[in-house]
């Protein structure tokens, strides 16, 4: 009797114990670990808030300034992509930046339009076709477009070339993010 009811039982326990064992569904940093958040954030706009004109199309079309909370340790490099998920043919990309040193932890407005920023920093091309920030430009009278900037910490320095593109870059850091940080504003004409 006791059999009976103890196989059937530790067989439960071993199947959760495997269960257990599994791919996890909580992101992962590039080393094994748990995911680290960077903390973005604009001198310019708060989380959710308007984006000024000064940095659209409509105004100086300039980058914003941003800021973030110091990299894990291991950071080789930093990388930035900001993008409009609400564009009417998708997500259009207005901005990427790669080769960031770890230790810069801001932005300063006004990032010139070069293939070469900031000490070695590279610009990739954006979804105008330009390199380096191409400002909010949603059509008109439509609701708000939201603009996420995204930074990330990576373990390694990408090997790309100025003028990577948003996809190219994504693909050569898969697997190489140790922390990520957000920051999301909204702009309508």
């Known amino acids: 009797m006791i059999r ?8 439960f326990v071993f ?3 495997l269960w257990g064992c ?3 569904t909580k992101p992962e940093a590039a080393k094994g670990g748990e995911m680290m958040r960077l903390e973005l954030k604009s001198s310019a706009f708060a989380e959710g808030g308007t984006i000024p004109k000064k940095y659209t199309c409509d105004g100086q079309n300039i980058s914003p300034p941003l800021s973030w909370t110091a990299p894990p340790k291991g950071t080789n490099s930093l990388a930035l992509v900001c993008d ?11 901005w990427v930046l790669f080769g960031l040193a770890p230790e810069t932890k801001e ?8 293939e070469v920023v900031l000490g070695g ?9 330009k390199l380096g920030y ?3 430009c949603p059509p008109r009278e ?16 990408p090997n790309l070339k100025a003028g990577a593109t948003k996809q190219e870059l994504l693909k050569a850091i898969q697997g190489h993010i140790l922390a990520e940080g957000q920051l999301m504003g909204r702009y309508e004409r």
């Open 107 to 114: 932005l300063p407005e006004a990032i010139s339009p070069q």
């Open 15 to 17: 199947v959760l114990a």
């Open 84 to 94: 409009d998920p609400d564009a009417p043919g998708g997500v259009w990309v207005h």
């Open 4 to 11: 009976k009811v103890l196989l059937p039982a530790l067989a």
């Open 142 to 157: 439509r609701p708000a477009h939201r603009y996420f900037f995204r930074l990330y910490a990576l373990d390694f320095q």
């Open 22 to 24: 599994g791919p996890s």
């Open 121 to 129: 920093a590279k610009q990739g091309r954006n979804d105008f076709g």
């Open 134 to 136: 191409g400002g909010p």
